[in-house]
């Protein structure tokens, strides 16, 4: 696709559900990041592949959280057991690889109730 | 472990003038990014700095990288109401497994 394509959108969630959050990369990009922002902040690292593998889990908040990739393109976060902290946009980015820029999909906003 | 620091985290101006947004960088990073962000909506790539004393322009916003000083800057000219944004810097954790860490951000208002 043209850009980085987050699905979904929106998402609104009953605490302890789990939730999939999925990302798209720009086809070709092999590193792929995934980062937190809570309202008004900055952006917190969650993890980041280099192809399938992540060399980084450090991360991820808590054992709710995993992440995946697969082919070497789309990749999804899943929080288990969601907890209000964990409502924030959660922004994907892809790259060509570490000399090049990321680019940034336009984010998952969860909220969890 | 690679710490970006951005100051000020706030800066309000008046149209016309000119500033300066501070990254300063802990450890070895040669590649330094700096992005806006406009409320509510994601990251948009504004300059990618690959070496020692590069400088880019675009328009009102021109950004520079010393490595030796671990310092990137992004200055203002003349700066108009349109440039309102959140500017993040980052850069490039390569010991780190190539993460690629922000700071914490600098929200400009710039005042008509």
């Known amino acids: 696709g043209a850009g980085v394509s987050q699905s979904p959108s929106n998402k609104v969630t009953e605490k302890g559900k789990d939730v999939e959050l999925r990302c798209d990369p720009i086809s070709g990009h092999t590193a792929l990041y995934w980062y937190r922002q809570s309202l008004g902040q900055g952006l917190e690292f969650l993890i980041y592949?280099?192809?399938?593998?992540?060399?980084?889990k450090s991360g991820l908040p808590s054992d709710r959280f995993s992440a995946e990739r697969t082919g070497g393109s789309v990749s999804t976060l899943t929080i288990q057991r969601t907890q209000q902290e964990d409502s924030a946009v959660y922004l994907c980015?892809?790259?060509?690889?570490?000399?090049?820029?990321?680019?940034f999909g336009q984010g998952t906003r969860l909220t969890v109730v | 472990e690679l710490k970006v620091e951005q100051n000020p985290l706030f800066l309000s101006m008046q149209e016309g003038k000119n500033y300066t947004i501070y990254c300063n960088y802990s450890?070895?990073?040669?590649?330094l990014y700096w992005y806006r962000q406009d409320p509510g909506k994601s990251l948009e790539s504004l300059f990618v700095?690959?070496?020692?004393?590069a400088v880019k322009q675009e328009g009102r916003l021109m950004a520079s990288l010393d490595t030796k000083a671990r310092l990137s800057t992004l200055h203002i000219t003349a700066a108009v109401h349109d440039l309102s944004a959140t500017y993040f810097c980052a850069a490039i954790w390569v010991s780190g497994g190539n993460k690629l860490v922000f700071g914490a951000g600098t929200i400009l208002r710039v005042k008509s």
């Open positions: 980015a892809s790259s060509l690889g570490r000399s090049t820029e990321a680019f």
């Open positions: 700095l690959l070496s020692n004393g």
């Open positions: 450890t070895t990073s040669d590649r």
């Open positions: 592949f280099q192809g399938n593998s992540a060399p980084d």
